[in-house]
């Protein structure tokens, strides 16, 4: 069973950059589509980007777009979100997950989660 555990949040004040990783372990990601979720108080989990399985392709929300940028890199078996121009309603709890099956250019269905990491923008 794949593992994933995120890393990188903290707290930053507007207009910041802040990048967020997440490592597995226990399977290759090598074949999976990846894709970052956020959960702010109170509110569901919501999408905000994926990454196809190839890493050709990328999708983002529009709350998003423009600001953060999603990549992977294999060889470490590792996921990134790039977070520029952070607003405070940018707050939340940032998740990772893989897709259920293999080969979808954005996850569909995720299958594995990771703990998430606490994002907190503030003056």
């Known amino acids: 069973q794949v593992q994933l555990v995120e890393s990188g949040g903290g707290q930053v004040q507007p207009g910041r950059s802040l990048r967020l990783s997440c490592a597995a372990s226990g399977t290759a990601l090598d074949y999976y589509a990846m894709g970052w979720f956020r959960q702010a108080a109170g509110k569901e989990r919501e999408s905000i980007a994926s990454?196809?399985?190839?890493?050709?392709?990328?999708w983002y929300a529009d709350s998003v777009k423009g600001r953060f940028t999603i990549s992977r890199d294999n060889a470490k078996n590792t996921v990134y979100l790039e977070m520029n121009s952070l607003k405070p309603e940018d707050t939340a709890v940032y998740y990772c997950?893989?897709?259920?099956?293999?080969?979808?250019?954005?996850?569909?269905?995720?299958?594995?989660w990771g703990q998430g990491t606490q994002v907190t923008v503030s003056s």
């Open positions: 997950a893989s897709d259920r099956n293999v080969f979808k250019d954005y996850v569909v269905v995720p299958g594995t």
């Open positions: 990454i196809s399985w190839s890493g050709i392709s990328t």
